[in-house]
């Protein structure tokens, strides 16, 4: 498979398992709200977020609506693209490969640490989750949801700033390893439907 064909599948994949929008959180699982909130933020509000993919070689930013309650794609929506073609080593990517197929959890951690240190180890282990050719396809999006979901987004609000952290980090990496996408955060108020926050976090920037 090429490169980009390989993230296509990883895109479909997303979708089969549910786990490119959420609600109150990232994907398909879900989590109660924590009682620890910013005290301007209404105790009804929960983080929405959303991971929009390329399709022909650039991906588009998803917005919430309002008027809908959900993600939709605004009419004539800006397309980035990824500006690097860096490729990871071939022996890190084949041990990375391993770990995200066999053992999710784990795999979690470790991208969760990465994007925390950023640059190469963030570069190799956003590389191989978006390229990894699992036996079982639930290895790469359980290794994205058990990061992105459990480490950072339950959906509470006091995990915004953690959450668009996160996502800049992939966002970053994903551009120097030449995968377009993006990430779209939204702290939606549960009780009146407005949007109180939203932000974009995408490749190309």
């Known amino acids: 498979m090429t490169h980009r064909s ?53 991906a588009a930013c998803e917005m919430w609506s309002e008027e809908f309650g959900s993600w939709g794609m605004p009419s004539g929506a800006k397309q980035y693209v990824a500006k690097g073609k860096t490729v990871p080593p071939a022996a890190d990517l084949k041990k990375v490969e391993s770990q995200i197929c066999s053992d999710p959890k784990s795999a979690a951690k470790q991208l969760t640490k990465s994007l925390q240190v950023g640059g190469a180890q963030a570069q190799l282990w956003v590389y191989s989750l978006m390229n990894a050719n699992c036996t079982d396809s639930s290895g790469p999006v359980d290794t ?21 952290a996160y996502f800049t980090a992939f966002a970053k990496a994903a551009d120097v390893v030449g995968t377009p996408l993006c990430f779209s955060v939204a702290l939606v108020d549960g009780a009146t439907g407005k949007v109180l926050e939203q932000s974009t976090h995408h490749t190309g920037s």
Do not use: W
Not at 29 to 34: A, G, H, M
């Open 6 to 58: 390989l993230c296509l599948a990883f895109a479909c994949l997303m979708l089969a398992h549910g786990a490119l929008a959420g609600n109150n959180s990232q994907g398909g699982r879900t989590r109660k709200l924590l009682a620890s909130q910013p005290s301007a933020v209404p105790p009804t509000a929960s983080v929405h977020t959303i991971l929009s993919l390329a399709l022909n070689g650039s």
């Open 144 to 164: 994205y949801e058990y990061s992105s979901i459990d480490a950072v987004n339950p959906g509470d609000p006091s995990d915004l700033a953690a959450t668009k």
